[in-house]
């Protein structure tokens, strides 16, 4: 839709100045009125989506926030009894089990995002870099690199599910039949050790986004930089420490903020490891949400505590963007 | 010039299309109506080993239907996984299938809702009135004294599955009829890759099952007479204790099944590796998986005094599918209609038999193919040993928090974790304290 707007604007002045007897009263300013409203015409539908699609749910999930919508009640929302703000209380009262067990689905979520987004980064640029020169097989490399992303996440995780398995999966027979590293198989799916399977996988999945993109930072680094260095007796840590990642600095930016949200909202990745009723160790907030809501037919409770989630991560966001922001101006200074 | 102009007016279109289609939902608080008599959605669970088994099954008897009144029964087979969600996604925008089926421990749950029509004496009448169905059946329909949400479709029931060979080798020449007996068989058996018990530690409705049935043996129920929940009583403690102790103390159950939620208990039965599992209807199961009907027997499941009967020797619950119509179908005489065929005496007959389920319909009963060894068990147990788990509209949230916890509770046992009747004791209250509270 933009792309027409673009071009259309421009193509209807021009039309506007050849087209004679344009310079008439009436016939100019409906004129005018088109030139003006075209572009937001033409605009219109996709507005209309957006409103569709993102604001009327955002809106009615907010509203639910504040209502009692339990089972008797879903059939015709507009007869849920307003709670004004007890949805939320609930919610954040610590010390009673509903707060308790979100807050603790929160810190899992905050510990389970930073290893997350911290190992994909890493991987991913180490990755980039060591990809960085030309040599045999290195598009091939890279093709390979990205299956992970690639790959459609239902049939990925359900893979990884079958891996993870107690009896028959591969972890388990490599870890303890073959090495020996564990005196009995391992609980994967189930227990304490459900956190490790789900960041191992969310790793797996996250990691070649971050290779892509840095991948594509690195081709922006000028050449020059590096052979001066080299003249000048930098070393290739040196050189990695003074100048890529310097120059990579914007890139990594909006990377570690992108995937942040998307570690921090991911869904698939333990719905799928683990079903409706995710271990304690691993209850990442989107899916003790979803239990909240869905499973319980709590809906107003779920609708708060997502608006409490989208508020944080409105927060985090809007720090992170003030702090790179201000770095970005000093630095320019 | 032109262009731009087909281009304002495809942008003035598709607005308008949009606005249209957003004003268009479903009125979800409308009544049914006779809008469209030639059609029907219908939502199916599923019964069979998989989606496909089921669509062989049903397509022909909805051809027949279309033969006998001209309607056409549009089927879609909805996985255990997504029908509950599906359901509730259907009841909150208005559109949804015409007739469905329902896990009857829903019943009273949905029935809150309002989205399904009442069964109430007119409606019952045009399928041939209320006396036609078995009385257990008709007790997970719905909130004792109100109408009823739904009809009962398929009955079910639990009972003991075993494997002769695995018996006959560990010397075992009846099936146990008591816990007691059962541990004992199951010790002999265990050892060298094979276990005694079957579970399904992360099944959440299956783990409900297994607890509702052991606390009516320990004269517990999970809520009060007036619907309140109550899990944390000494009966219903020592029921959750009991059946994670099968894996805990008894040893009984590998641990690896605290992790299975998807039959992987029935795989493991039909493959030797498990000699017993307790289950619902499962034969048909079996012989799709390549077990032949004569390797395995089937035993009612065991209770304190091996005597199935009332109260605490309750050894299952009223297991079934209940067939449900959405109030605001465009098609209500004709989803009446099809009720009628699908519980008339012919139609149980083919269908239960396909499923190796119990017709719920009396007439349909005396059918000798429904009082062979394997379903003359159900058909018994049914008869005189099952309760339905409690129809509360809070019983979805009880199959989650209790379920929840009992897997919790298979996974401490399984990594070796002590399990006490204090740990038990503890996440039940926990469990209890998730509830809603009104």
Redesign the interface.
Known sequence: MTT?TAT?GP??RT?GKTTPGAARGPRRRTGRIRRIG?PY??L??AL??EL?VHL?PMVIGIVMSFK?L???Y????TTAPWTGLDNYSLSVDFN???GE?LLHSFLVTCAFTLLSVGLCWAIGTTAAICMQDAFRGRGLLRALFLVPYALPVYAAVITWAFMF???NGLVNHVLHDQLGLTDK?S?W????NSFVALLVVSVWKGWPFAFLIVMAGLQNIPKELYEAAGLDGAGVWQQIRRITLPSLRPVNQVLVLVLFLWTFNDFNTPYVLF???A??AADLISIHIY?SS?????FGTGAAMSVLLLLFLLLVTGVYLFLTSRGRRSARA | MRSIRAAAVGAVTMSLALAASACGGGSATGGGSNDSPKELTYWASNQGANVEVDKKVLQPELDKFEKQTGIKVKLEVVPWSDLLNRILTATTSGQGPDVLNIGNTWSASLQATGALMPWDDKNLDKIGGSDRFVESALGSTGVRGQDPAAVPLYSMAYALYYNKKMFAEAGVTEPPATWDELVETGRKIAGNGKWGLGAEGSNLSNNIHQVFVLGKQHGADFFTADGKPDFTSDGAVAAVKQYVDLMAKDKVIAPGNAEYAQNQSLGDFAKGKTAMVLWQTASATFRTMGMKDDEWGVAPAPVPSGAPGAGKQTNSMVAGINMAVFKNSDNIDGATEFVKFMTSEAEQKILNKAYGSIPPVKAAQSDPAFNGPATGVLRETLATSAAPLPQVPDESQFETAVGTAVKELFADAAAGRPVTTESVKAKLAKAQQQMPTK
């Open positions: 027409t259309a193509g209807e039309a075209l015409l033409l219109l539908p209309l989506l569709l009327v009692e339990t089972q008797f879903i059939r015709d929302w009673a089990p509903v067990a398995q107690h009896d198989p609980f799916l189930i227990g304490d079903g409706e009723a271990p304690e239990q869905f499973v319980t037919w709590n």
